[in-house]
């Protein structure tokens, strides 16, 4: 029989030590790796919103879902809001417009300062507060908002249950959370060989590879979840999932290649989109993006 040598708990410590280091590695390369990814790419997210291609189209109808719930849940007027990931602040000055009181945080100046000069252009600035911020660590007190926005951030956190619950700590007892996630079982990716939620593991172990021998990319990688994991991650932060929607369809592509043109693409999209909104199995868990908006 073949003894098993105790560690002696100064060992254990030490072991410990040397786990939570790579861990804080691996997290810091990763924050790195985004805020550099937003920070050069800034104004194009920002011309997302002013295209009117489909993929432009897919996070356009992101931001008018969640604004629309936002009107769904009647706050009062000068209600305190956190928008978390505010980026070109399109969705901040809708809030400002809608006469609420927004603290908007990014991990990246560009965006903070796109927000601000959108937000003094339209003449709102009154009533909003900016500053950098990372959602793992808010630096506010518990219990302060009433709404919290964490829309097209999760996927990029190298800590999606730290965040939550983070974002869970300072909204008010009652108050509401919206928030979005990159659907795993999108239907673009199921129908496309190369993009198979079921073969992801495959094409990580090769990524991995190619990054020990020096050919990683250098930017980073969005995560994404399946509605039923993120919906456990929610739960698991104190957040009652209230209401769930998937959206986004295409574009469709065959081994990463398009395979539909920019009109058939808008037109199966919208098609798509009508049956998804009709509750139809299958095509309304399906969509691109998953918002989900619970309460505290």
Known sequence: MALHKTKKPAEMQKQASFIESDESICSMKQQTLVDSYFQSGAHAWKEMYERDDLSALIYQQRRTVVLGLIDKLNLPRDSPILEVGCGAGLTTVALLERGYIVHAVDSVQAMID??????????????????????????????????????????????????????????????????????????????????????????????????????????????????????????????????????????????????????????????????ADRDIPLIRTTGAQYVVVARK
Do not use: C
Request: cysteine-free; hydrophobic content about 45%.
């Open 114 to 275: 796109l927000t601000r000069k959108l937000a003094a252009r339209l003449d709102i600035e009154h009533n909003i507060r900016t500053s950098l911020g990372d959602v793992h660590n808010l630096t506010f007190s518990d219990n302060v908002f009433s709404l919290v926005l964490a829309v097209g951030v999760v996927p990029w956190l190298h800590s999606s249950a730290r965040a939550l619950s983070e974002i869970a700590r300072v909204t008010k007892p009652g108050g509401y959370v919206i928030v979005t996630a990159d659907n795993r079982w999108r239907l673009a990716d199921i129908l496309d060989p190369a993009r198979n939620p079921l073969h992801a593991p495959l094409r990580q172990m090769i990524r991995n590879i190619g990054g020990r021998i020096g050919l990683g990319a250098s930017m980073p990688r969005a995560r994404r979840h399946s509605p039923k994991e993120f919906d456990s991650l929610l739960s698991q932060a104190g957040l009652a999932k209230i209401e769930g929607v998937t959206l986004g369809f295409g574009p469709f592509s065959f081994f990463k290649r398009s395979i539909l043109s920019e009109r058939i693409g808008r037109k199966l999209q919208y098609i798509l989109r009508n049956l």
